[in-house]
C-alpha cells in the first residue's frame, strides 16, 4: 500500500514561489513514474507535471511550462514541484499521485494512489 502526503502549499503573491512536497511511504517508490494534477475552484482535476520513476522524463501542461519544475529524490521518497512566477490562476487544491502505468502520464485515471491535497493560493 502506498501513502502519498502532500505539504507546502499556502498563500502568495503573483509572482513569488512555492515548493511543493509529496511524502511518499511504501514500498518501491523508486520504480514509478508521479504526478502533480490541481483543481481550480468549479474545475474538474488537471494535469499539471509528471516524471518517470529516475527522474529522467519530465512533461508538463503548457500552462506551467517554463515556470513550474518537477523533480524527484529517490532516496527521501519525495517528489517536488517548484512553482515560480505564480498567476492567480494557478490558485488550486494541488495533488501528487503515483501510477503503475507507464506512458500517458497526463491522464488521471492512469494512477492509482493519490494525497490528500494541498491548497496553493496566489492573490492579485
Known amino acids: 500500500q502506498v501513502q502519498l502526503v502532500e505539504s507546502g502549499g499556502g498563500l502568495v503573491q503573483a509572482g513569488g514561489s512555492l515548493r511543493l512536497s509529496c511524502a511518499a511511504s511504501g514500498r518501491a517508490f523508486s520504480r514509478y513514474a508521479m504526478g502533480w494534477f490541481r483543481q481550480r475552484p468549479g474545475n474538474e482535476r488537471e494535469f499539471v507535471a509528471a516524471?518517470?520513476?529516475?527522474?529522467?522524463?519530465?512533461d508538463y501542461t503548457d500552462s506551467v511550462k517554463g515556470r513550474f519544475t518537477i523533480s524527484r529524490d529517490n532516496a527521501k521518497n519525495t517528489v517536488f514541484l517548484q512553482m515560480n512566477s505564480l498567476k492567480p490562476e494557478d490558485t488550486a487544491v494541488y495533488y501528487c499521485?503515483?501510477?503503475?502505468?507507464?506512458?500517458?502520464?497526463?491522464?488521471?485515471?492512469?494512477?492509482?494512489?493519490w494525497g490528500q491535497g494541498t491548497q496553493v493560493t496566489v492573490s492579485s
Open positions: 516524471i518517470g520513476w529516475n527522474g529522467g522524463t519530465t
Open positions: 499521485a503515483l501510477t503503475y502505468s507507464i506512458g500517458s502520464y497526463y491522464l488521471s485515471n492512469k494512477y492509482g494512489y
